[in-house]
């Protein structure tokens, strides 16, 4: 098999709880809790789950955006995690990032042109003109009008604000784009549209994705193998089709099970997932899952299960596959 593009490897992110008059740490707020996964060149790998399990924060800390607590994360033979400030600036030359607000992540101040324009002129790119004529093709390849490089934000939709944060995601030619949930603020009947654009753009330049997503539809649809995410930790990676076709995490077949179906005579087959997500403050014992799991037992109260490999490149963190 070939070398990975991005290895992580026992990631966490811990949040420090004060307390107190002395505002002591009396606690940590375990947002990722020992995740870890390969990405390989060329593919798209999706990270799924409910709000709050993490997967945000595990693309932020990916790229040093917040630092991680603990674990490695190595990229192109690199590790990123043991990098100076002057070196990791320079990694994130291939290393670029779509967020989930098309509006939120882009400048109010600076047209469409300087923002896109913007990562070129950080890393050293091309001259005035060769930017200004790079940006107008990038307009055009993420289907905006060149003429609009001299608008600002504010001027237009969700759908094409997200289609500039992409242009400028591609501005500087990297090799992995860390898509946090590009579609999730974005209208439905602009979702379509936005997916089909990545694909386009994947197949075109040969990118790479790490795709962070609560919408298991859109992530079957995107991505070639897929990791499921509860309370900080994996609990399940498959190949896309595997997952969606033979579910074995309880969670998975919740989570597959609460997608609509348009069909009023449709029932699901899986159990429809209860209560909330713990408190990542004060996780549960054993199996994080279990208070809400159909199956659980005393074992899975007792001890936490590891991701193991039960078929064919397809890893679940369940007792029951043991």
Known sequence: MAEPLLTVEGLKKYYPIEGGVWRKTIGYVKAVDGVSFEVF?????????????????????????IEP???????????????????????????????????????????????????MIVHKIGTKAERKKRVRELLEVVGLSSAYADRYPHQFSGGQRQRIGIARALAVDPKLIIADEPISALDVSIQSQVL?????????????????AHDLSAVHHFADRVGVMYLGRLVEVAESDRLYASPKHPYTKALLASVPVPDPDYKSEGEVLQGDVPNPADPPSGCA?????????????????????????????????A
């Open 41 to 65: 060149k060329g593919e798209t790998f999706g990270l799924v789950g409910e709000s709050g399990c993490g997967k945000s924060t595990t693309g932020r800390a990916l790229m040093r955006l």
């Open 69 to 119: 607590t603990e674990g490695r994360v190595v990229f192109a033979g690199q590790d990123i995690t043991a990098l100076d400030k002057r070196m990791l600036r320079k990694l994130r030359k291939d290393i670029q990032m779509i967020f989930q607000d098309p509006f939120a992540s882009l400048n109010p101040r600076q047209t469409v042109g300087q923002i896109i324009e913007e990562p």
């Open 196 to 212: 089909n654009l990545l694909q386009d753009l994947q197949e075109a330049f040969g990118l790479t994705f790490l795709f962070i």
């Open 289 to 321: 899952f279990h208070p809400r799991c159909p199956f659980a037992t005393d074992h899975c109260r007792r001890v936490r299960p590891e991701l193991k490999t039960v078929e064919e490149e397809h890893r679940v963190a369940c007792h029951l596959y």
